[in-house]
Antibody, heavy 122, light 110 residues
Framework: QLQLQESGPGLVKPSETLSLTCTVS??????????WGWIRQPPGKGLEWIGS???????YYNPSLKSRITISVDTSNDQFSLKLSSVTAADTAVYYC??????????????WGQGTLVAVSS | QTVVTQEPSFSVSPGGAVTLTCGLS?????????PSWYQQTPGQAPRTLMY???IRSSGVPDRFSGSILGNKAALTITGAQADDESDYYC??????????FGGGTKLTVL
């Protein structure tokens, strides 16, 4: 059974960089037809797609966050990571990692991590 | 700025039917946007209900169905049950490697 687990600091200071890692177990991150994505959810609000990465390193970013995001992949450890720079209180959210089936336009975020709350505060 | 619209809230009676919709601020939703639907209960990660408009995810009961209704994607729930009370989100594939979530619909069963 595929599992995803987010890890990283739960508290980040304003203007600093938020860094999270998602570890994939029970399957390979190098599987074809799958992207690996980050989605966030501010407290009491809806879901927002942040960005996705293919095992080859090809990335896709939300245009509204693109200038602050870096997503990378480590295939040897079946991990992918998110860095979000210059954070503010508006970046406080539960951050989810997810596997994203993608083939010829068809998309399905089919497996999700449990989510990790990251608060931005001094 | 692309906005994916959903009803903020909806209520349905137990045993009843409800259709939630997913629209675009500046276009009609078609199968070419490959709409998918997710259910989220408080404190839990979302789970897939439907993808590619009308393909039910594994384990999802056939009380849930997806379609295009007019210019929107639609998720229909029939025979509503208490545990259908959740938040429902649609996602559209905007192309060029961009996906957009709708604002979500809070469904109450009462």
């Amino acid at each position: 059974q595929l599992q995803l687990q987010e890890s990283g600091p739960g508290l980040v200071k304003p203007s600093e960089t938020l860094s999270l890692t998602c570890t994939v177990s029970g399957g390979s991150i190098s599987s074809s037809s799958y992207y690996w994505g980050w989605i966030r959810q501010p407290p009491g609000k809806g879901l927002e797609w942040i960005g996705s990465i293919y095992y080859s390193g090809t990335t896709y970013y939300n245009p509204s966050l693109k200038s602050r995001i870096t997503i990378s992949v480590d295939t040897s450890n079946d991990q992918f990571s998110l860095k979000l720079s210059s954070v503010t209180a508006a970046d406080t959210a539960v951050y989810y990692c997810a596997r994203q089936y993608h083939y010829s336009g068809h998309t399905n975020f089919d497996y999700w991590g449990q989510g990790t709350l990251v608060a931005v505060s001094s | 700025q692309t906005v994916v619209t959903q009803e903020p809230s909806f209520s349905v009676s137990p045993g009843g039917a409800v259709t939630l919709t997913c629209g675009l601020s500046s276009d009609s939703v078609s199968t070419s946007y490959y709409p998918s639907w997710y259910q989220q209960t408080p404190g839990q990660a979302p789970r897939t209900l439907m993808y590619s408009t009308n393909i039910r995810s594994s384990g999802v009961p056939d009380r849930f169905s997806g379609s295009i209704l007019g210019n929107k994607a639609a998720l229909t729930i029939t025979g509503a049950q208490a545990d259908d009370e959740s938040d429902y989100y649609c996602v559209l594939n905007m192309g060029s490697g961009i996906w957009v979530f709708g604002g979500g619909t809070k469904l109450t069963v009462l």
